[in-house]
């Protein structure tokens, strides 16, 4: 029985969440995203909808990383392949349950078999799966620590090792994190929130209309969940077209030195720690810009970048700190 997901075009309102995704798509590198909100307010829903938009990619026919022919970064056994054969391989989001073990989401090494007969036999696991993909963690505050740490070393590094009794092995792993959260039930602690490129905070829709309208388009897609994924087909190709122009523009998107003088600016003011804010703030506003299919950032792109880029790592949140949230940006974008 085939299995549909609720189309990523077809959920109503979340703007801010669809945007941080979308963006992900258009440049991996960004850092992925975290999504705080209570349930029922689609956060698994938009990320779940994503599979269905990403792309087609050429890998190495039979590799457990699925290395692409036009990647960067390879496995050994793949590097050391002059002549690879090629398979369509159509990028996905690998989940990671609450529970999986250590050895489960970074593979397992056979000591035995290292040691005795010099191999080194490797059993690969989530991170293996998630090379190449979005790599999805449900309730990612309620993972043990230990693991939340494995998971953003590797998304920031793009590597995997797993060392046991003096033996390593690494591969590639470069994946998009995204993880979703109910505050409710516990925080991450600050140094984690930080390695996240991007956060949204998401609440129900606040509006009757948009509140019925969830409701009809929910009960219309598990009464035929494939006459519904038809019916907005279309939509989804337009994403489709709309993300991939957007990948090829990317690299030529220019960022006039004014955004750095602002960038440079706001963070001061705002006593963040470090520069990863910054260069995230300057990154987001350019996949931004050739998402809206420009040339050229603007201020109005850094603007709403800094809305996904810097509030989980301030201090205190921006409506803390006096006035308004809205108000605040203003101050700080035009102060």
């Given at each position: 029985?085939?299995?549909?997901?609720?189309?990523?075009?077809?959920?109503?309102?979340?703007?801010?969440?669809?945007?941080?995704?979308?963006?992900?798509?258009?440049?991996?590198?960004l850092?992925?995203?975290?999504?705080?909100?209570?349930?029922?307010?689609?956060?698994s829903?938009?990320?779940?909808?994503l599979?269905?938009?990403?792309?087609?990619?050429?890998?190495?026919?039979?590799c457990?990383f699925?290395?692409r022919?036009?990647?960067?970064?390879?496995c050994?056994e793949?590097?050391?392949?002059?002549?690879?054969?090629?398979?369509?391989?159509?990028?996905?989001?690998?989940?990671?349950?609450?529970?999986?073990?250590?050895?489960?989401?970074?593979?397992?090494?056979?000591?035995?078999?290292?040691?005795?007969?010099?191999?080194?036999?490797?059993e690969?696991?989530?991170l293996?799966?998630?090379?190449?993909?979005?790599?999805?963690?449900?309730?990612?505050?309620?993972?043990?620590?230990?693991?939340?740490?494995?998971?953003?070393?590797?998304?920031?590094?793009?590597?995997?090792?797993?060392?046991?009794?003096?033996?390593?092995?690494?591969?590639p792993?470069?994946?998009?994190?995204?993880?979703?959260?109910?505050?409710?039930?516990?925080?991450?602690?600050?140094?984690?929130?930080?390695?996240?490129g991007?956060?949204?905070e998401?609440?129900?829709?606040?509006?009757?209309?948009?509140?019925?309208?969830v409701?009809?388009?929910?009960?219309a897609?598990?009464?035929?969940?494939?006459?519904?994924?038809?019916?907005?087909?279309?939509?989804?190709?337009?994403?489709?077209r709309?993300?991939?122009?957007?990948?090829?523009?990317l690299?030529?998107v220019?960022?006039?030195?004014?955004?750095?003088?602002?960038?440079?600016?706001?963070?001061?003011?705002?006593?963040?720690?470090?520069?990863?804010?910054?260069?995230?703030m300057?990154?987001?506003?350019?996949?931004?810009?050739a998402?809206?299919?420009r040339?050229e950032?603007?201020?109005?792109?850094?603007?709403q970048?800094?809305e996904?880029?810097?509030?989980?790592?301030?201090?205190?949140?921006?409506?803390?700190?006096?006035?308004?949230?809205?108000?605040n940006?203003?101050?700080?974008?035009?102060?």
């Amino acid at each position: 029985m085939e299995r549909y997901e609720y189309p990523f075009a077809a959920i109503v309102g979340q703007e801010k969440l669809k945007t941080a995704l979308l963006l992900n798509l258009v440049d991996p590198r960004l850092g992925g995203v975290l999504i705080q909100g209570e349930k029922g307010t689609a956060k698994s829903t938009a990320v779940r909808g994503l599979a269905a938009l990403m792309d087609e990619v050429e890998v190495t026919e039979g590799c457990p990383f699925h290395c692409r022919i036009d990647g960067e970064m390879l496995c050994d056994e793949c590097h050391t392949k002059p002549d690879r054969h090629t398979a369509r391989y159509r990028r996905r989001v690998v989940e990671l349950p609450v529970s999986a073990t250590e050895d489960r989401v970074v593979g397992t090494l056979d000591l035995e078999r290292a040691l005795k007969e010099g191999v080194k036999a490797f059993e690969p696991g989530l991170l293996a799966q998630a090379n190449g993909n979005i790599l999805y963690v449900d309730e990612i505050n309620l993972l043990e620590d230990h693991i939340v740490d494995v998971l953003l070393d590797s998304a920031a590094m793009g590597v995997n090792t797993v060392e046991r009794e003096g033996v390593s092995y690494s591969h590639p792993a470069r994946f998009i994190l995204v993880g979703t959260m109910n505050p409710e039930e516990g925080d991450l602690r600050p140094q984690l929130l930080d390695r996240f490129g991007l956060m949204v905070e998401v609440h129900g829709e606040p509006e009757a209309e948009a509140r019925k309208e969830v409701v009809r388009r929910r009960l219309a897609f598990e009464t035929d969940p494939a006459a519904f994924c038809a019916f907005y087909e279309p939509e989804q190709e337009k994403l489709r077209r709309r993300i991939a122009a957007a990948q090829d523009r990317l690299s030529q998107v220019a960022l006039p030195e004014a955004l750095f003088d602002t960038v440079a600016r706001v963070c001061t003011a705002l006593q963040v720690d470090g520069h990863r804010a910054d260069i995230t703030m300057l990154k987001t506003a350019r996949a931004l810009a050739a998402l809206d299919g420009r040339q050229e950032a603007a201020e109005g792109d850094l603007r709403q970048a800094a809305e996904l880029a810097l509030p989980h790592r301030l201090r205190r949140a921006p409506f803390e700190q006096g006035g308004g949230a809205e108000l605040n940006w203003g101050e700080l974008f035009h102060g």
